[in-house]
């Protein structure tokens, strides 16, 4: 029997548990069921044999509810089930043969199949689980029986379903370790003998493991004599191996035959793997070509992934000379053409399991320096050679080197780099290939490894890539002495000169591996995070100034020679830009304050300089113009004088201006290491940026100042399709400014010239295009000078066309044009494009400002208030950008950076300057203006967000001494007049595009700046140009006097707030209700009901006239749309209430019986309507078929007299006038009745 419910109560909930996904739930639910049973078990008082009552009922019915449990198909309910139940019966005193028989007379009682066969599955998978129980246990030691029938059902299920096979075998198994040698002997042996007396034939996986446990625990009886017997062994062999040189052609058909459970691999295949690698080298070389090359390469794609699997999971446990057997050059040429056929079936599973498995097991530390490179270099023997890679469309090369250890990341540069001097590869196996073809694929691979952010990172491997990828492409090597440079260790007179097309390819491997080196993570250790900058060693110096020195060095010591010479003027700026460098240094050492500024200019002098060694005159040029400039700033910052201050009305250049310049030009181009570089730069100088400084980079975002941006002139170009009338503009200035003074028309002709050139190159090509498709109807060019020479006459002698030839020109001619205007629209919109990536990097720099607040790390300085002054700016290039589907990028970064990063900032300045606080007014004004003209709700509430963040920046900041303290710095009557300003926009203009949320946002932070609103907003609950716009203000004015500040300043207007309201109400009540707007009066009852309140709290409520204004709102409640209304009647009894007035519950009750009726009567007058309705639709029906009927007796009746000939045409005339008029009548009688059966519906 079950216990009683109240005594199983708590085990219940427990048994729900059983069932979660987590391990932690399921186990602690399993303990406290078993904790609990035990408990209960205890109590119970076992009668004397009796077998039935040997368990207490809870025990009973856990145990049945557990096995029964096992055959759910939840997803970890046999898990949960079994687990709690192995434990049960392993806590319980269950030793004889009958209580165990018992439990497995449960499991056949509560797991019967249906006779359907529904759920079979999970009813055999439950048995052999509650085997399973069983053996674990370990209660089955001296139950002989019991042992039988486990044994028998598992070796029944294990042949009945092929997915039971390996459970059933499992059990056996842990079975025969866990029973004693006579049990063994009397009961499972003879079963056993039969199924182990096939040997190696028909032996697989499952079989081979019950061999083995019989082997290790059961040797006695299952030893060397029927081993050799079953020929499991050689006649000869001394010990009993069963893995060894005669098995391993049956163990490669058994790892062919565990196939079928993919992708989960046999634990046999890892167990006899494990045994084979601790043979010798060649007994394991002949395991794994007969079992694995031979088996497993040779055969179906299942057992090739099986193959590349058991290949990752061997390379840990083999010694160093067997690795080149295991990641073998056949498996590596099976893994290529997997990879490179994408039909393969194990293309897309080898693409990315197999890559990343092997990834990750190259990082185990098992895994040494010569064990990696194996693994490496044998990648490389695959029929694509050094391109595995390219040609597999993979990252299979630089997953497995990205995970290298620090040795043989140095190990393999220094084969690279061999590779690149000599191009001989010096591995068995990998394709030869030519010299430049081995120097680009080293110069590449050597890239990667610098780029690759994976791999440890050690000063001494990644500047000695670096430097050698640098020394070849700007150097001359042959100019250098050999032996004298460690980086040409290498290099002897055989060495070859790098050709053009490598130096080219040298130079795309350089650009993005000084950009890693660049923005890599500091190296340094131990030192704080405002001293730790990117692209510094574990010294904290810069990798780029390490290459200065290196260069400088190579110049001086070793007189290396460029491969574009220097003229004079680069060489003096060379020198003093390390001269510079060596002065700011210095400086450093003896001012500490000043080394945030000299790291900057020292990373920019580095950067900017190492530009004179490019090959292009450009860049040479362009570095030397910078130069100059930062040479000036050096002399004027760390020179011999002294250091004057910034003074914000100069109309002089300052220092942080010049370098803001050049940060710009830096941003303007398409090198990302020099856009980081900038970056970082700005980042270090933010705490200088001066006024003028700043709104040069919010110039960038000035919709109206597009066209001064700064942009590289190779991509830059003039835009040829301008209007006719803009043309004439432009002359007409032209012509103007040119009689203003001589010199500007000089320069102007000049230009002009220049222009004209371009514009004749343009047309030159076009002209070019357009003979082309003219063909043989184009005028030659001796036709075309002859027409030049002859102005008055025109040629005449071009070839005659007919009008096919014609019509296919014409064709011709109009793809000709088509194409220069699609070109003409490309370069617009490359110009566009390019013109939007530097403002998005130009908002990268206001975000470095922005997010420098944030940090804790930094005190606040004078330069962090003009912040404050981005924000209008960016508003602005908000609204211009959002109307541009090409700019939403910069739309939603920019509003991004606004509401996150600066609206919401907390340390924001606590010092202003009367020019800033007045400037602050300014932008509210104006921006206050921006959102009066809002498209969208969003532009409205981004405005209102700044504003709001001005006005708590100003309350922020301590006012003068005999000024408001609560009201900080801000111009409260300014402030006042803005937003009533807004209030009226918004409430008297019905076209109005501001939105309530500027006003409300307003009166919830800063309701003490607000209150001097609400009279204006009491005046607009009942004047409001809308009723929407009167509810919302009579929202913002319960808000207001929700609000403590709000609520003290606005009691003057408690009394006229009372007599606006009731005056509301006497008007909807005088009007009946007619058009009542329910939600508007909510709020306003909501208003009311707050008004009582605070004048209840102050006891001014007696000075009211209470019958007025109850007798007012008791008429207001009965009108029938305010009876409608829950909500708002509610809203009027809290305020009947106030007024000490009551709410009669018996009465709602008969209204709510007499709604009730209300509504039965109505319906079931509506079902009377519908069967009148229905009656009437009958007669209706029948009246038109007695119609029908009629036409076709009419009908009928003609034939008869046009055959007999009786009756004259005038007769027939007369006959039918008269019939067609009773059938008038029918018609006229049916149309009334079908418009009273229409009134009927209605009124229904």
């Known amino acids: 029997m079950k216990p009683d419910k109240s005594d199983r109560d708590e085990i219940l909930t427990l048994f729900w548990k059983l069932s979660t996904p987590d391990d932690k739930t399921r186990i602690s639910a399993s303990e406290k069921i078993v904790l609990i049973l035990l408990e209960r078990q205890n109590r119970h008082v076992v009668p004397d044999d009796d077998v039935d009552n040997i368990w207490c009922a809870d025990v009973k019915y856990a145990i049945g509810r557990l096995i029964h449990g096992l055959a759910s198909e939840r997803k970890a309910s046999r898990l949960g089930f079994s687990c709690a139940l192995t434990h049960l019966l392993k806590k319980l005193e269950v030793k004889d043969d009958p209580t165990i028989q018992k439990v497995l007379k449960l499991v056949e009682e509560n797991l019967k199949s249906s006779k359907d066969g529904s759920g079979e599955k999970g009813i055999l998978l439950g048995k052999v689980f509650a085997y399973l129980a069983v053996i674990q246990s370990c209660k089955l030691e001296k139950a002989p029986k019991s042992v039988k029938t486990v044994f028998d059902g598992l070796m029944k299920y294990s042949n009945f379903k092929s997915y039971l096979r390996q459970i059933c075998f499992h059990g056996m198994k842990e079975l025969i370790q866990k029973v004693s040698n006579d049990i063994f002997d009397s009961v499972i042996w003879d079963s056993l003998s039969q199924l182990l007396g096939d040997g190696w034939e028909k032996c697989d996986a ?3 493991e019950v061999l083995q446990s019989c082997c290790n625990y059961q040797s006695e009886t299952c030893g060397k004599s029927f081993l050799k017997a079953n020929k499991w062994i050689s006649q000869k062999s001394k010990k009993v191996e069963l893995i060894g040189s005669h098995s391993y052609k049956y163990l490669g058909k058994m790892f062919s035959s565990t196939t079928q459970c993919h992708p989960r691999i046999h634990p046999l295949c890892y167990e006899v793997i494990e045994n084979v690698v601790k043979s010798d080298t060649e007994t394991f070389k002949k395991f794994w070509k007969e079992s694995i090359d031979d088996g497993l390469l040779d055969s179906s794609p299942e057992r090739k992934y099986l193959a590349f699997k058991l290949s990752i999971f061997t390379l840990p446990l083999v010694r160093e000379d067997q690795v080149s057997t295991v990641w073998s050059t056949r498996l590596v040429t099976s893994l290529f053409y997997v990879l490179v056929n994408k039909t393969n079936p194990l293309h897309a599973v080898c693409k990315t399991e ?23 270099f044998q990648l490389l023997t695959s029929p694509a050679g050094l391109f595995l890679d390219e040609n597999t469309n993979t990252r299979c090369l630089q997953s497995v080197s990205g995970s290298l250890h620090v040795d043989a990341v140095e190990k393999y540069i220094e084969w690279l780099k061999k590779v690149f001097m000599s191009g001989k590869l010096d591995y068995e196996g990998i394709k030869e290939v030519t010299l430049d073809t081995a120097r680009r694929w080293g110069m590449t691979q050597l890239s990667h490894l610098i780029r690759n952010s994976r791999l440890p990172r050690k000063d001494g491997w990644v500047f000695s890539a670096f430097k050698f990828l640098f020394l070849h492409y700007h150097f001359d090597v042959c100019s250098i002495k050999a032996g004298k440079l460690p980086d040409l260790s290498g290099m002897d007179e055989s060495f070859v000169p790098i050709t053009g097309k490598t130096r080219e390819h040298l130079k795309h491997c350089l650009d993005p591996a000084l950009n890693a080196i660049n923005s890599m993570p500091s190296l340094q250790i131990g030192a704080s995070s405002k001293h730790r900058f990117n692209g510094t060693d574990s010294n904290g110096e810069f990798f780029i100034y390490k290459l200065i020195k290196f260069t400088n060095e190579l110049l001086l010591k070793h007189k290396a020679r460029l491969i574009t010479s220097m003229d004079d003027t680069c060489q003096l700026m060379w020198k003093n830009m390390i001269e510079k460098i060596e002065q700011i240094l210095k400086i450093e050492e003896k001012d500490e304050p000043r080394k945030t500024e000299g790291t900057a200019l020292r990373l ?8 004179l060694l490019n090959t292009t005159v450009e860049e040479s040029a362009s570095a030397r113009e910078v130069l100059t400039d930062l040479f000036q700033v050096v002399d004027e910052r760390f020179g011999d004088g002294n250091v004057e201050a910034y003074d914000d009305n100069s109309s002089e250049v300052t220092w942080v201006e010049v370098i803001i310049e050049t940060i710009l030009s830096m941003l303007s181009q398409n090198s990302h290491s020099i856009r980081s570089v900038a970056d970082q730069v700005f980042k270090l100088l933010s705490i200088q940026l001066t006024r003028k400084g700043l709104h040069s980079i919010l110039d960038v975002l000035d919709p109206d100042r597009k066209k001064n941006i700064l942009l590289d002139e190779d991509n830059a170009e003039d835009d ?7 043309d004439n503009d432009e002359m007409e200035d032209e012509d103007e400014e040119s009689s203003d003074s001589g010199d500007s028309a000089f320069n102007d002709e000049d230009v002009s010239d220049e222009i004209k050139e371009d514009e004749v190159d343009d047309d030159g090509k076009f002209r070019k295009e357009v003979k082309q498709a003219l063909g043989d109807a184009a005028v030659s060019s001796e036709e075309e000078q002859e027409a030049e020479n002859n102005d008055e006459e025109e040629s005449d002698s071009g070839p005659e066309m007919d009008d096919e030839a014609m019509m296919r020109i014409d064709n011709v001619l109009a793809e000709v044009f088509r194409q220069k205007k699609l070109s003409k629209r490309k370069v617009e919109q490359d110009s566009h494009k390019q013109l939007l990536v530097f403002q998005l990097r130009c908002l990268d720099l206001i975000e470095i400002m922005a997010n420098r607040r944030h940090s804790q790390e930094h005190d606040v300085v004078d330069s962090d208030c003009l912040i404050l002054e981005a924000v209008r700016p960016l508003l602005v290039a908000i609204q211009h950008a959002s109307r541009n589907a090409t700019d939403m990028t910069l739309a939603e970064k920019a509003s991004v950076l606004l509401r996150v990063k600066i609206c919401k900032m907390k340390r924001y300045p606590k010092h202003l300057q009367p020019e800033t606080i007045s400037r602050c007014h300014d932008d509210i004004e104006a921006m206050m203006g921006i959102a009066k003209k809002a498209q969208s709700v969003f532009m409205c ?6 504003c709001l963040f001005l006005v708590r920046v100003l309350s922020g900041n301590s006012p003068k001494e005999g000024e408001d303290q609560g009201t900080g710095v801000v111009d409260v009557q300014r402030i006042q007049k803005i937003y009533k300003d807004a209030l009226e926009n918004f409430m008297t203009h019905r076209e109005s595009h501001l939105q309530p949320c500027v006003m409300q946002d307003f009166i919830s932070r800063f309701p003490a700046l607000a209150a001097d609103l609400a009279s204006d907003l009491l005046k607009y609950t009942k004047d409001g140009v809308q009723v929407y716009r009167r509810s919302r203000s009579c929202f913002m004015l319960y808000e207001l006097l929700k609000s403590p500040a709000g609520r003290d300043k606005c009691k003057v207007l408690l009394y006229q707030l009372v007599s606006v309201t009731n005056e509301l109400i006497e008007k909807a009540a005088t009007l009946s209700g007619h058009d009542l707007k329910t939600k508007y009066f909510v709020e306003v009852m909501r208003l009311y009901h707050q008004a009582i309140l605070i004048l209840h709290s102050t006891d001014k409520l007696k000075s009211l006239n209470k019958s007025v204004l109850t007798e007012s709102l008791e008429k207001f409640l009965e009108l029938p749309d305010v009876e409608k ?11 009947l209430s106030e007024f000490g007035i009551v709410r009669d519950s018996s009465k709602s009750k008969k209204k709510s019986t007499k709604k009730r009726k209300k ?34 007796r009419v009908l009928k009746e003609k034939r008869q007299r046009r055959k007999k000939g009786t009756k004259t045409n005038e007769n027939l005339g007369d006959e039918n006038e008269s ?26």
């Not at 498995?357 to 320096?369: A, C, F, G, P, V």
């Not at 509430?941 to 700044?946: I, P, T």
């Open 720 to 726: 040829d399709g301008s209007n006719e009338d803009d």
């Open 1125 to 1135: 209304s829950q909500e708002l009647t509610n809203w009027g009894w809290k305020v």
């Open 1219 to 1244: 019939k067609n008029s009773k059938g008038d009548k029918i018609q006229n009688k049916t149309k009334h009745k079908k418009k009273k059966k229409k009134s009927i519906e209605v009124a229904a």
């Open 941 to 946: 509430q981004l405005a209102s967000d700044c």
């Open 206 to 208: 499952e079989i081979f």
């Open 604 to 611: 920019l002098l580095a950067h900017i300089g190492i530009k």
């Open 1159 to 1192: 509504t039965q009567s109505e319906s079931e007058e509506t079902k009377e309507t519908k069967s009148k309705s229905s009656v009437e639709e009958e007669c209706i029906d029948e009246e038109v078929e007695t119609k029908k009927e009629m036409k076709a």
């Open 354 to 376: 197999i890559i990343d498995e092997l990834s990750e097991k190259i990082k185990d530390e098992k895994m040494t320096m010569k064990k990696q490179l194996t693994v490496l």
